[in-house]
């Protein structure tokens, strides 16, 4: 067997090579004790999702899933090539008073249909709609001060 060569690095622990076994279509990796130890229990079952690099690298995570698998395992790409993984338990967020209500309030006018959502548009798109919806103010406004400073003349 060729020796192993160490391709995950970082803050990682428990790292050990997998036994891998492909017959039929199909593969099948074999755990060695020190990872099946930090996978826990395996009553609900496995999840497992493959994490594709832009390089066509893949990285597969598993994780114990059913009950009291301890919340999901969220997978964000922040980059090319970079991925931040946490676990979200639901216990992290903290919203502040202020900010629950105006959630509050947005959530009801939603509900009643008294929210007008905007379109997804670009910055340039947007500018030039809230300039011509601003056009008459200011022109109402560039009146007033030409008139003001005739009458001051």
Do not use: H, W
């Amino acid at each position: 067997m060729a020796e192993f060569q160490q391709l995950i690095v970082g803050d990682v622990e428990a790292m050990t090579e997998v036994t891998v076994n492909t017959k039929g279509g199909s593969m099948t990796a074999t755990l060695k004790k020190a990872l099946r130890e930090r996978l826990g229990s395996l009553a609900g079952g496995l999840a497992g999702a493959a994490v594709q690099f832009t390089t066509g690298q893949a990285v597969v995570l598993l994780s114990p899933g059913g009950e009291g698998a301890g919340g999901q395992v969220r997978v964000y790409r922040i980059g090319k090539n970079r991925f931040e993984i946490e676990l979200d338990t639901g216990e992290d967020e903290e919203v502040d008073d202020v900010t629950a209500a105006f959630l509050q309030i947005k959530r009801s006018q939603f509900i009643k249909g008294e929210l007008e959502l905007l379109p997804p548009v670009s910055a340039a798109q947007r500018r030039a709609e809230s300039d011509a919806r601003l056009e008459p103010g200011r022109r109402a406004i560039a009146a007033l001060k030409a008139a003001a400073k005739t009458a001051a003349d």
